[in-house]
């Protein structure tokens, strides 16, 4: 008997996942309206679901693999006749190219629920989200109620005759009066508010419907499965490198980095010497000047005028057209694979919703970060800023906490290993936080995607360490950021050999103030950026992708370094999360291991689509196109191609972003510096996300993902039944 139950399982439980709209019964169908519970309109959704339901091919079959993959092809591929070349794309635009090019994202960055305009930046404790029947104000944890839509399957109603049906549902909580409409039987049913808790016994409703011939259909178990998923981390998580609205660059215009293209007041910045070129260099015969490049189209070039370059009207309107992100204080954006994977969720499966918190943070570790605030990314300086990110521990005991940051009232102290970047020396300090205790909180988190790590042992540093043939290199921006930004290997295993500590912490604290089991956490491991189309490590040609500035350039055997320093972590967090694999250390901190699943299925995908890797199918046309564009003044048009025609979110054989990319995606420029100093193209191609995956990497690691918090779910679903 214990097998029939099983096997009849585990079928409910694979049409869900694949997509298979099953219920009770094939008389009755329905799913959840606006699912996604992110996103505010349906309408946001239903773009997502349009794009699945035409790459997805048979609805009984399951869905292809690289599912995600192809949805974000059919959504951010540029509407054009020929996308050969960025300007063959530009000439032959359609209608459609601008929205296109500037992503998907970019049209839901602020229809969502989470507040990128309050400070600190936040998710809503209540959200109004819309349906077709109209507005509901929701608990953006917990929901009381879903939107649900039901029909007759067609043979059925094919049957009926035409005419009226009268439909009748009785919620499964108690204390709750039936409820019933008359409506043409070719209509729709909308059931308003379907009860959900999380007893499933008080969740749902039962459903049926009587036909004109008299036949009543019914379906005893209409119930929501609404899945809590988290994700925590860094800039891998982020979605770093890809913003929801990214920079729109003028045609005609370019942008000359040169302090003498502003007030010199203005140029007089923690000490730089004025006098003294950081870019070291002059136009060349070719009539470019390497200090110009693509400039953002701002409002004066869109009004036919100019504005006056030291002027604060200039000022304001560059900042005005910067790039839009979710929340610019961490660069995160729906880009990210934890957005991918929770939509995901949703799209499969229209029985269920998916409430969704993402905290990651670039430049966090666990340390600055997840236990302790960090310095904002931008947006830091004015009337309006947020210099520092609340860390995100405290981001998400809050949201869960039923009253908020006041019911934290459980304290624990974690002792962690801390330390300067760049420097070996190893302290201690005590970190005493407060949580929301057991009965306090809203509800358990059914899903915990983590990224964390990296930054533990400095990869930032370390990409700096191999572009770069001097600290000397980037000495002025580590002044602007406040901290080293290059250091070798040696430095890293330092912070390697303490990395258990930290991650004993994590998994400490998931459990303390969130009752998060290790087996619902999914650890990513780091894609490889560093290899190009033939597998080797980037530096066979020196400055692709690089010549944003000229100090920028690939050492080979750097490179090779830093790839051999990856390797080893990569084999330390394999044996954080199991110390009991052959090979690893004794000692370790975290014993036996986390317990969390690290996932590094998706890896070999970036094997040979790395930073530096071209197209093998047009490497030189790709190597071209991979170079920043620049104004000659010896023929007035762009090389290679103009800055208006840049595709972000256009498919490219890389999956990670250079610093060029970055400097047309993103172009993030330091704040209470001029935008004219020639430190500012460097400062914008690296502090933009470069060497992080672009938006289809995060699509391929998100597909990957996906499957194994199936097989997470899956095992839950077996285990309740």
Same mark, same amino acid.
């Given at each position: 008997?214990?097998?029939?139950?099983?096997?009849?399982?585990?079928?409910?439980?694979?049409?869900?996942?694949?997509?298979?709209?099953?219920?009770?019964?094939?008389?009755?169908?329905?799913?959840?309206?606006?699912?996604?519970?992110?996103?505010?309109?349906?309408?946001?959704?239903?773009?997502?679901?349009?794009?699945?339901?035409?790459?997805?091919?048979?609805?009984?079959?399951?869905?292809?693999?690289?599912?995600?993959?192809?949805?974000?092809?059919?959504?951010?591929?540029?509407?054009?006749?020929?996308?050969?070349?960025?300007?063959?794309?530009?000439?032959?635009?359609?209608?459609?190219?601008?929205?296109?090019?500037?992503?998907?994202?970019?049209?839901?960055?602020?229809?969502?629920?989470?507040?990128?305009?309050?400070?600190?930046?936040?998710?809503?404790?209540?959200?109004?989200?819309?349906?077709?029947?109209?507005?509901?104000?929701?608990?953006?944890?917990?929901?009381?109620?879903?939107?649900?839509?039901?029909?007759?399957?067609?043979?059925?109603?094919?049957?009926?005759?035409?005419?009226?049906?009268?439909?009748?549902?009785?919620?499964?909580?108690?204390?709750?009066?039936?409820?019933?409409?008359?409506?043409?039987?070719?209509?729709?049913?909308?059931?308003?508010?379907?009860?959900?808790?999380?007893?499933?016994?008080?969740?749902?409703?039962?459903?049926?419907?009587?036909?004109?011939?008299?036949?009543?259909?019914?379906?005893?178990?209409?119930?929501?499965?609404?899945?809590?998923?988290?994700?925590?981390?860094?800039?891998?998580?982020?979605?770093?490198?890809?913003?929801?609205?990214?920079?729109?660059?003028?045609?005609?215009?370019?942008?000359?980095?040169?302090?003498?293209?502003?007030?010199?007041?203005?140029?007089?910045?923690?000490?730089?010497?004025?006098?003294?070129?950081?870019?070291?260099?002059?136009?060349?015969?070719?009539?470019?000047?390497?200090?110009?490049?693509?400039?953002?189209?701002?409002?004066?070039?869109?009004?036919?005028?100019?504005?006056?370059?030291?002027?604060?009207?200039?000022?304001?309107?560059?900042?005005?057209?910067?790039?839009?992100?979710?929340?610019?204080?961490?660069?995160?954006?729906?880009?990210?694979?934890?957005?991918?994977?929770?939509?995901?969720?949703?799209?499969?499966?229209?029985?269920?919703?998916?409430?969704?918190?993402?905290?990651?943070?670039?430049?966090?570790?666990?340390?600055?970060?997840?236990?302790?605030?960090?310095?904002?990314?931008?947006?830091?300086?004015?009337?309006?800023?947020?210099?520092?990110?609340?860390?995100?521990?405290?981001?998400?005991?809050?949201?869960?906490?039923?009253?908020?940051?006041?019911?934290?009232?459980?304290?624990?102290?974690?002792?962690?290993?801390?330390?300067?970047?760049?420097?070996?020396?190893?302290?201690?300090?005590?970190?005493?936080?407060?949580?929301?205790?057991?009965?306090?909180?809203?509800?358990?988190?059914?899903?915990?995607?983590?990224?964390?790590?990296?930054?533990?042992?400095?990869?930032?540093?370390?990409?700096?360490?191999?572009?770069?043939?001097?600290?000397?290199?980037?000495? %002025?921006?580590?002044? @602007? &950021?406040? $901290?080293?930004?290059?250091?070798? =290997?040696?430095? *890293?295993? #330092?912070?390697?050999?303490?990395?258990?500590?930290?991650?004993?912490?994590?998994?400490?604290?998931?459990?303390?103030?969130?009752?998060?089991?290790?087996?619902?956490?999914?650890?990513?491991?780091?894609?490889?950026?560093?290899?190009?189309?033939?597998?080797?490590?980037?530096?066979?040609?020196?400055?692709?992708?690089?010549?944003?500035?000229?100090?920028?350039?690939?050492?080979?055997?750097?490179?090779?370094?830093?790839?051999?320093?990856?390797?080893?972590?990569?084999?330390?967090?394999?044996?954080?999360?199991?110390?009991?694999?052959?090979?690893?250390?004794?000692?370790?901190?975290?014993?036996?291991?986390?317990?969390?699943?690290?996932?590094?299925?998706?890896?070999?995908?970036?094997?040979?689509?790395?930073?530096?890797?071209?197209? %093998?199918?047009?490497? @030189? &046309?790709? $190597?071209?196109?991979?170079?920043? =564009?620049?104004? *000659?003044? #010896?023929?007035?048009?762009?090389?290679?191609?103009?800055?208006?025609?840049?595709?972000?979110?256009?498919?490219?054989?890389?999956?990670?972003?250079?610093?060029?990319?970055?400097?047309?995606?993103?172009?993030?420029?330091?704040?209470?510096?001029?935008?004219?100093?020639?430190?500012?193209?460097?400062?914008?191609?690296?502090?933009?996300?470069?060497?992080?995956?672009?938006?289809?990497?995060?699509?391929?690691?998100?597909?990957?993902?996906?499957?194994?918090?199936?097989?997470?779910?899956?095992?839950?679903?077996?285990?309740?039944?």
């Amino acid at each position: 008997m214990r097998t029939n139950v099983l096997v009849t399982a585990t079928l409910i439980v694979s049409m869900q996942i694949f997509g298979i709209r099953a219920g009770h019964t094939a008389d009755l169908f329905w799913e959840v309206e606006n699912p996604y519970r992110f996103f505010k309109r349906a309408s946001s959704f239903e773009a997502h679901e349009k794009a699945f339901n035409a790459v997805r091919g048979s609805p009984v079959q399951p869905p292809p693999a690289n599912i995600l993959w192809r949805v974000e092809r059919r959504l951010n591929d540029p509407d054009c006749k020929d996308s050969s070349t960025p300007d063959n794309c530009l000439a032959t635009a359609r209608p459609g190219f601008e929205k296109s090019r500037l992503g998907w994202a970019a049209q839901t960055v602020d229809l969502n629920c989470y507040d990128r305009n309050a400070r600190p930046r936040r998710y809503l404790v209540t959200c109004d989200r819309q349906y077709s029947w109209g507005a509901a104000k929701e608990d953006y944890i917990l929901p009381d109620a879903h939107t649900v839509v039901m029909w007759i399957a067609p043979d059925r109603l094919a049957s009926a005759g035409g005419g009226d049906c009268v439909w009748t549902w009785q919620p499964r909580r108690a204390g709750l009066p039936p409820e019933t409409r008359k409506q043409a039987c070719n209509l729709k049913l909308v059931i308003r508010r379907v009860p959900f808790s999380l007893n499933r016994s008080a969740s749902g409703v039962s459903v049926k419907v009587e036909l004109p011939n008299g036949t009543t259909l019914a379906d005893p178990n209409v119930t929501v499965e609404d899945v809590f998923v988290v994700a925590m981390g860094d800039s891998f998580a982020s979605g770093e490198s890809n913003p929801d609205r990214p920079v729109t660059f003028s045609r005609s215009r370019e942008m000359v980095y040169d302090p003498i293209n502003a007030d010199d007041r203005q140029l007089a910045y923690r000490g730089f010497n004025l006098e003294t070129p950081k870019y070291g260099v002059a136009a060349t015969d070719s009539g470019i000047n390497p200090k110009s490049l693509p400039k953002r189209l701002m409002e004066d070039e869109e009004r036919g005028t100019v504005f006056k370059l030291s002027s604060r009207e200039f000022q304001q309107a560059f900042d005005r057209s910067g790039p839009q992100w979710l929340s610019p204080d961490c660069h995160r954006s729906q880009y990210g694979y934890p957005f991918r994977v929770s939509m995901g969720l949703a799209l499969e499966n229209r029985h269920r919703a998916v409430t969704f918190v993402s905290l990651a943070c670039s430049g966090a570790d666990i340390v600055e970060g997840l236990f302790a605030e960090r310095d904002a990314r931008e947006q830091f300086s004015g009337a309006n800023a947020q210099k520092k990110v609340v860390p995100q521990l405290d981001q998400l005991s809050d949201l869960i906490c039923k009253t908020g940051a006041a019911g934290r009232t459980r304290t624990v102290s974690y002792r962690l290993p801390v330390y300067r970047s760049g420097s070996t020396a190893i302290g201690e300090q005590v970190f005493t936080k407060q949580w929301c205790p057991p009965e306090s909180r809203k509800r358990p988190i059914d899903v915990f995607l983590l990224s964390v790590g990296g930054n533990d042992v400095g990869f930032g540093p370390l990409v700096a360490y191999a572009m770069t043939e001097s600290a000397s290199d980037l000495a %002025p921006i580590a002044g @602007l &950021v406040g $901290q080293e930004l290059r250091f070798s =290997p040696s430095v *890293s295993q #330092a912070y390697l050999r303490v990395l258990d500590r930290r991650m004993r912490a994590v998994k400490e604290a998931l459990s303390d103030a969130f009752g998060v089991d290790p087996s619902r956490v999914l650890q990513n491991a780091y894609e490889p950026i560093q290899f190009d189309e033939t597998g080797n490590v980037c530096g066979a040609e020196p400055t692709l992708g690089l010549d944003v500035h000229p100090k920028l350039r690939y050492s080979r055997e750097r490179t090779q370094e830093v790839s051999s320093f990856v390797r080893d972590l990569q084999a330390r967090l394999e044996c954080i999360t199991d110390g009991r694999r052959a090979g690893c250390p004794g000692g370790l901190a975290t014993g036996a291991g986390t317990g969390f699943h690290l996932i590094v299925d998706h890896m070999v995908e970036f094997a040979r689509r790395g930073v530096c890797a071209r197209d %093998p199918q047009k490497p @030189l &046309v790709d $190597q071209v196109n991979m170079n920043v =564009p620049r104004l *000659s003044h #010896a023929t007035d048009q762009w090389v290679p191609y103009s800055p208006a025609a840049a595709l972000p979110y256009a498919h490219h054989w890389r999956l990670a972003r250079s610093p060029n990319d970055t400097f047309l995606a993103g172009n993030t420029h330091r704040e209470e510096l001029s935008v004219f100093d020639d430190l500012q193209p460097v400062y914008a191609a690296l502090y933009s996300g470069a060497f992080h995956p672009s938006a289809e990497g995060h699509a391929i690691v998100a597909d990957h993902v996906l499957r194994h918090v199936n097989e997470l779910l899956e095992k839950r679903s077996l285990a309740q039944n």
